[in-house]
């Protein structure tokens, strides 16, 4: 345990130690032709301390973008459509909503692919072509058709997330159905077992650790859609909207801040289902074997 | 007075041995595997007899078609020509009136199930009320010394103890039938021996017919009481021997004379078609 916390400490400082060089680096340069274009004289000194100061920086130093998500998270009440936490929540949504439609619907093409050949064959081209689009091409294009026949807010935003995260299900959980040994197969024929017997009593259970597996990597992609989705659509609320603002008016702390709070939200997200993982393995009695 | 003269003689019959019906019988059967060298002969003209309360071994070389004779028998291949009844009926219908249970070379224990819900298994399926389960259970994890490990998953016990777990499994839907796939094959010697034994008690006690796979001639001599000697290319019966020891033996019994005979008769059938081959 301690020595886990002193490797994460220590990258952590190493990575705030390269984050500050490249601060100097970048908005130095910038201070420097500022100053140059004023005729104005300049020492490294005056660089090396103006550089952390400098109004929309293009690197940002850590200890403004500190200052930055303590003014959005802390200082303002939850409600403040300026408040990190509001925004947070209402990405949040989405990606949770596309998640769980996401999962279920990898799932359910996973089950129809591994019990029907003809299925195979006829989805899985689509299922591995839907994935060769770029998300950031489709994105408008489903807000705004959905927005045509009055379905706005949540809706679209989860349909993208769900369109990211059924992938990884799909792909997982026919492999993880079919994984089920050989010998179990034969034991189930010896019971006379009906197709449905054999899915839910061993199927099911054998492809449990590729489904959760799947599901981590699924609620990451399913924050990332839900991001995207906000991005160009000109939403009000959401992490992406305040990526996007703060990319109109320069506020590259407002940037930085807002990717620090999304790459939190997915760490926990990621974490949340390690946790039932976790659960669900110890029922299974499989913990500390495993 | 002829009423109870009658009773009595009926009694005395009930007391002695069940009268033996032909469970399972073989006439003419051959499966052959087609491959791209051509096929291969895996059961060439077998022709068998086995009666209700029997224990009957199938021992021979790799590739005799013992295993497979085995799985023929359970359904789990098909022959390519001749006759198979399993009980009267045709294999398949054996198999979905769930007529035997197979224990299998590995224990084949579900990994995400404790002890007691594996053996819960076939009888969940078959549609048993979880009170008649839970009876069959400790009756039968009782009768093969596991009365202790029912929330112990698979992993928390040894491979002796896995074997037993799944033969109780297989007791639990109270087959009248039990097939068995070198089920000590992968046990250590002292395991195997006190397995044997306990194979041995169950099958007295509960009056089963056995069919059991082993390459092992000491494990066919202690069981049964029908030895039956295989040989491969193709897969084929040599001969039918008929123990003349007692059904129920001891592991004494391997220092007695007629042991040795019986082991040798086998050895000698085994060595005659190598030497042919």
């Known amino acids: 345990m301690k020595q886990k916390l002193f490797s994460f400490v220590s990258l952590l400082l190493i990575v705030i130690a390269i984050w500050y060089l490249a601060a100097l680096l970048m908005n130095g340069n910038q201070l420097i032709n500022n100053l140059e274009r004023k005729k104005q004289d300049w020492t490294y000194v005056q660089v090396i301390k103006g550089a952390y100061d400098v109004k929309r920086p293009m690197l ?92 706005t807010g949540v809706i679209p935003k989860a349909i993208i997330s769900m369109y990211l995260s059924f992938f990884p299900v799909t792909i997982a959980m026919v492999k993880g159905l079919r994984s089920s040994d050989k010998l179990h197969e034969e034991l189930m024929h010896t019971y006379s077992a009906t197709a449905k017997d054999i899915f839910w009593k061993l199927r099911w259970y054998s492809a449990q650790p590729y489904l959760f597996a799947s599901l981590k990597v699924a609620i990451a992609a399913a924050l990332v859609g839900a991001i995207v989705a906000e991005l160009p659509t000109g939403a009000q609320g959401g992490l992406g909207a ?49 | 007075m002829l009423a109870t003269e009658e009773t009595t003689i009926v009694s005395e019959a009930t007391v002695t041995e069940k009268p033996k019906r032909e469970m399972i019988a073989i006439d003419d059967l051959s499966l052959i595997f087609p491959s791209k060298d051509g096929d291969v002969h895996a059961l060439s003209n077998i022709n068998l007899s086995i009666k209700s309360g029997d224990f009957v071994s199938f021992i021979g070389p790799s590739g005799c078609g013992k295993t497979t004779l085995l799985r023929v028998i359970a359904d789990l291949e098909k022959a390519t020509s001749g006759n198979l009844k399993v009980n009267g009926t045709d294999a398949q219908d054996a198999r979905l009136n769930r007529l035997y249970g197979y224990v299998f070379q590995a224990a084949a224990l579900l990994p995400w199930r404790n002890i007691q819900q594996n053996c819960a298994l076939p009888m969940e399926i078959s549609g048993l009320s979880p009170a008649q389960q839970n009876k069959q259970i400790d009756k039968y994890l009782k009768m093969v010394g596991l009365q202790d490990f029912h929330k112990k998953f698979p992993w928390q016990l040894s491979g002796g103890m896995q074997q037993r777990a799944s033969i109780a499994r297989a007791l639990c839907l109270n087959p009248d039938l039990l097939l068995m796939d070198e089920p000590f094959g992968a046990l250590d010697e002292i395991t195997r021996d006190h397995m044997n034994i306990e194979l041995l008690r169950i099958w007295s006690e509960t009056q089963k017919t056995v069919v059991f796979v082993t390459h092992s001639i000491d494990e066919a001599v202690l069981l049964s009481t029908h030895i039956v000697v295989m040989s491969p290319r193709p897969g084929r019966i040599v001969k039918v021997i008929e123990s003349p020891l007692p059904r129920l033996k001891t592991l004494a019994l391997r220092d007695d004379p007629a042991f040795h005979a019986l082991a040798s008769e086998i050895r000698t059938a085994l060595a005659h078609e190598h030497a042919i081959d």
């Open chain 1, 60 to 151: 940002p130093a850590p200890h403004q973008v500190g200052q930055e998500l303590i003014k959005s998270i802390i200082d303002r009440p939850v409600t403040s459509k300026r408040s990190l936490i509001y925004h947070a929540q209402i990405t949040l949504n989405s990606t949770l909503l596309g998640f769980v439609f996401g999962s279920l619907l990898g799932i359910l093409i996973a089950v129809g692919i591994v019990h029907n050949k003809t299925l195979e064959s006829s989805l899985m081209p689509w299922v591995i072509a839907s994935q060769t689009i770029p998300i950031l091409a489709i994105a408008p294009m489903i807000v705004v058709v959905l927005g045509a026949i009055n379905i």
């Open chain 1, 242 to 290: 305040r990526l996007l603002s703060g990319s109109y008016y320069g506020q590259t702390e407002q940037i930085w801040s807002a990717l620090i709070v999304a790459a939190t939200l997915g760490s926990i997200l990621v974490w949340l289902v390690g946790i039932a993982e976790r659960v669900l393995l110890r029922r299974r009695g499989e913990l500390d074997h495993a």
